[in-house]
Nanobody
Framework: QVTLVESGGGLVQAGGSLRLSCAAS????????MGWFRQAPGKEREIVVV??????????DYADSVKGRFFLFRDNGKNSVFLQMNSLKPEDTAVYYC????????????WGQGTQVTVSS
């Protein structure tokens, strides 16, 4: 079992940047498939980016809406994953969650509490 804690959200103007952190405890993140999700009020939760088990900073599968603007990084020493968000748009406003699973095609077993990102015009 792994516990995830997100941080780094806040209020930013359109065009600005934020960096979100997902810190894990209870197990190494390299043993899990990782993902970032987001959910705006009244809308479905959507995928932001997902990576496979044993991801080492290579290919990541980004949603089309964030490609070229959002970038995923890892720090195994801190057992953390970071989501760098650039050129933010009001449409990016949502609660952002990190999640983990040990099953490639299964449900996401572990979730953080979420961090609010608000982008103003």
């Amino acid at each position: 079992q792994v516990t995830l804690v997100e941080s780094g959200g806040g209020l930013v103007q359109a065009g600005g940047s934020l960096r979100l952190s997902c810190a894990a405890s209870g197990g190494p993140l390299r043993r899990y498939r990782m993902g970032w999700f987001r959910q705006a009020p009244g809308k479905e939760r959507e995928i932001v980016v997902v990576v496979p088990i044993n991801w080492s900073g290579g290919r990541a599968d980004y949603a089309d809406s964030v490609k070229g603007r959002f970038f995923l990084f890892r720090d195994n020493g801190k057992n953390s994953v970071f989501l760098q968000m650039n050129s933010l748009k009001p449409e990016d406003t949502a609660v952002y969650y990190c999640a983990a699973t040990q099953t490639m095609g299964g449900k996401w077993d572990y979730w953080g509490q979420g961090t609010q990102v608000t982008v103003s015009s």
